[in-house]
């Protein structure tokens, strides 16, 4: 599947996505600093940060923050978001961040990796990572549990919103989770997006950090700060820093 990011996170990404909300992203930020364990005014690089949702939770709770993500939409949405301009926006590739500072953190959140089927490229999103770290800093990976995936994989679904009807189809192929989303409207021509991710395990990730300087200190299976279980986890959050 070529460069299917590039086309999916755009103004149907909202429609889409519509139900996830700033309240959660207070949530799930309130536990990142607490396991992240900075101080009020570190500097945290939100890598893909979509809509800018985490992004500006965390300039709340008085971090300084930067956001990039690939998807002018999406950053369109953030900035307007932002009405204090509290957050610096960019726009790049996680593979080549245009930015030559670092951060005391970087989070990657909500399934932001393994968008890409050469495993090097994935690495050099872990790359990037390492480069933008101050040594000593942490960084906090957002990730889906597979196992969850496999066992509770919804082949299909739909839903209405408004005039249009979304059509979800999932499947699980070469070592990824793939959905083909289509959405009809009477008066339009139908839209189809994909999205795929590679189902990572904890020792993949294992594996793709010893390429770098990066390592795992605690791994979580949900914002709720549980340990992460395999078998019955929902979320697979690793929590990290760089080597000194």
């Known amino acids: 599947m070529t460069d299917w990011y590039k086309k999916s996170f755009g103004e149907d990404y909202l429609l889409v996505y519509k139900h996830r909300d700033f309240a959660g992203a207070y ?3 309130e536990a990142m600093a607490e396991w992240l364990e900075l101080p009020v005014g570190a500097e945290i690089f939100d890598l893909c940060c979509g809509m800018g949702r985490h992004s500006l939770a ?3 709770l008085g971090y300084q923050v930067t956001g990039m993500d690939l998807s002018e939409v999406l950053l369109h949405e953030a900035r307007n978001a932002d009405v204090n301009k509290a957050v610096q926006w960019v726009h790049g590739d996680m593979r080549a961040v ?3 500072m670092t951060f005391d953190a970087v989070v990657n959140l909500f399934t932001s990796f393994g968008y890409f089927d ?3 490229q994935n690495i050099q999103v872990l790359r990037e990572v390492e480069r933008l770290l101050k040594p000593g800093g942490r960084f906090l990976i957002d990730f889906l549990n597979p ?3 496999r066992n509770q994989l919804v082949p299909y679904s739909e839903r209405q919103e408004g005039d249009i009807t979304i059509k979800e189809y999932r499947r699980i192929e070469d070592g990824s989770v793939k959905k083909e989303i289509l959405l009809t409207e009477a008066t ?3 839209r189809r997006y994909s999205e795929q991710v590679k189902l990572f395990e904890l020792s993949d990730f294992v594996g793709m950090l010893s390429a770098t300087s990066l390592g795992i200190s605690v791994v979580y299976g949900d914002y709720a700060g549980s340990v992460y279980d395999p078998t ?8 990290g820093s760089r080597k000194v």
Do not use: C, G
């Not at 986890?233 to 929590?239: A, C, E, F, K």
């Open 27 to 29: 949530r799930e930020v």
């Open 58 to 60: 965390l300039t709340d």
């Open 98 to 100: 245009p930015l030559d």
């Open 118 to 120: 050469d495993l090097a």
């Open 147 to 149: 196992h969850a995936v």
């Open 188 to 190: 339009k021509e139908e």
């Open 232 to 239: 019955t986890s929902t979320r697979l959050i690793m929590v």
